[in-house]
């Protein structure tokens, strides 16, 4: 639409910043050798990848997502929620479409999207996702990031009606992110050419399984009615095989510590978790000389919070955020991923109730348990109203107070 687009005189030069200038972008990851033809169509062939951007584009459309207000100290939410953030795609819901978000930046590295409509004021209130495959030319004009759809140039938003979001490998002096699939090229082709290999060697018999040695010259028809009687003798049963005279067999055995793809197959395996920054266990797979385990399970989901999700989170935040009027703002619930641990979401729960910030009911409705008749009190000044294992109940204080006080008004 153009709308924040600075007005130009016809006198003023056309600059244009083309891919030349930026196509270190894509030729220094494409520099590293692959054994095969890299693509996102080949990366999803690739059981480790695919798992790994599954994983974490899973993770992040599995978040609540709502928009909040900003009133002094507090965030309320905003009722009832932008339709950009409980709607964005007319076609999908939410949690489809911050999947389809996820799986292009963590493909292609940069997630595009046609702004669909504009509310009064000039944001958008509707987009949908396209094939990040199909935007082509990307490159800056007169300072606008612009780029090829379907053989026409577009302008991205707030210049024009293409929304653009990049990833995580945004290099100084480009608006646009590398592709993590073209990063990780050399390891995802050689996870494919050993796992290639392998179909061939234990599929069609990449390898002969024997030796038929002959002290006679033979003509091509012998040795092919040589090869048709041993096979002949061979398939189906377990009788000796005879040889005439002249004849020996020797069988051609494959040392297996000489075979090593399934040592790369492994070593791929984990090069794969390193460039989506995915935990091992997440995919499946144990790292050498470990095992999965499902030990401190609390531990790795904020492990796996803190360093693998973040950073997306962050930016999908500030991205949304752009698209709300002020002073609203997107914020994934980031609790709701580590709820799954019920021992330590109860401990949690009950440090709350004691120290006064959470009401019973409050934490009734986390747990999705309907309210009661006065769990809306607060422990307010915060005392140990609750017992603690080990307690010795004689050690309360005298003047203890039997009644638990109302909160003040909130």
Not at 4 to 11: G, K, L, M, V
Not at 88 to 96: A, E, G, I, R, Y
Request: glycine letters at 6%; hydrophobic letters at 40%.
């Amino acid at each position: 639409m153009g709308l924040f687009r600075r007005a130009t005189t016809p006198s003023e030069e056309r600059s244009t910043i083309s891919l030349g200038r930026y196509a270190h972008l894509w030729t220094d990851s494409l520099s590293a050798y692959s054994p095969v033809p890299v693509s996102t169509s080949t990366a999803l062939t690739h059981a480790a990848s695919s798992a790994c951007i599954d994983t974490l584009a899973s993770s992040v459309s599995a978040l609540p997502l709502d928009a909040v207000r900003q009133s002094g100290a507090q965030r309320i939410p905003v009722m009832p929620s932008p339709s950009i953030i409980r709607e964005p795609s007319p076609l999908v819901d939410q949690d489809v479409w911050l999947y389809q978000l996820m799986f292009a930046l963590l493909t292609d590295g940069n997630a595009f999207g046609e702004i669909l409509g504009f509310s009064a004021n000039g944001l958008p209130t509707s987009i949908e996702l396209v094939d990040s495959d199909e935007v082509l030319n990307r490159r800056i004009v007169d300072g606008i990031p612009t780029v090829t759809v379907k053989n026409v140039d577009r302008q991205l938003w707030p210049f024009g009606d293409l929304w653009h979001l990049p990833g995580r490998f945004v290099r100084p002096g480009s608006p646009f992110a590398d592709s993590p699939v073209q990063r990780a090229r050399s390891t995802i082709g050689a996870a494919v050419a050993a796992r290639d290999f392998g179909s061939r060697f234990f599929g069609d018999g990449g390898h002969p399984g024997g030796l038929i040695r002959s002290d006679q010259e033979l003509t091509q028809e012998q040795a092919q009615g040589i090869k048709r009687s041993f096979l002949n003798a061979v398939r189906g049963n377990r009788e000796p095989m005879v040889v005439g005279s002249g004849l020996s067999f020797e069988p051609l055995m494959v040392d297996p510590n000489d075979s090593q793809f399934i040592d790369l197959m492994r070593f791929t395996t984990e090069e794969a978790c390193r460039f989506w920054r995915v935990p091992p266990s997440m995919v499946y797979a144990a790292t050498s000389g470990q095992s999965v385990t499902y030990a401190n399970v609390s531990q790795a989901d904020l492990a796996y919070l803190k360093h693998s999700l973040e950073g997306h989170l962050v930016r999908i935040e500030k991205a949304l955020t752009r698209l709300l009027p002020r002073p609203q703002f997107a914020r994934f619930n980031r609790a709701a991923f580590l709820r799954s641990d019920t021992d330590g979401r109860f401990a949690a729960y009950q440090t709350a109730l004691r120290n006064g910030w959470m009401s019973v009911n409050e934490v009734r409705a986390l747990e999705d348990e309907a309210p009661i008749e006065t769990g809306d009190q607060y422990l307010w000044p915060p005392y140990r109203a609750f017992p603690v294992s080990g307690d010795d109940p004689d050690d309360s204080p005298d003047d203890s107070p039997d009644i638990i006080p109302e909160a003040p008004n909130a």
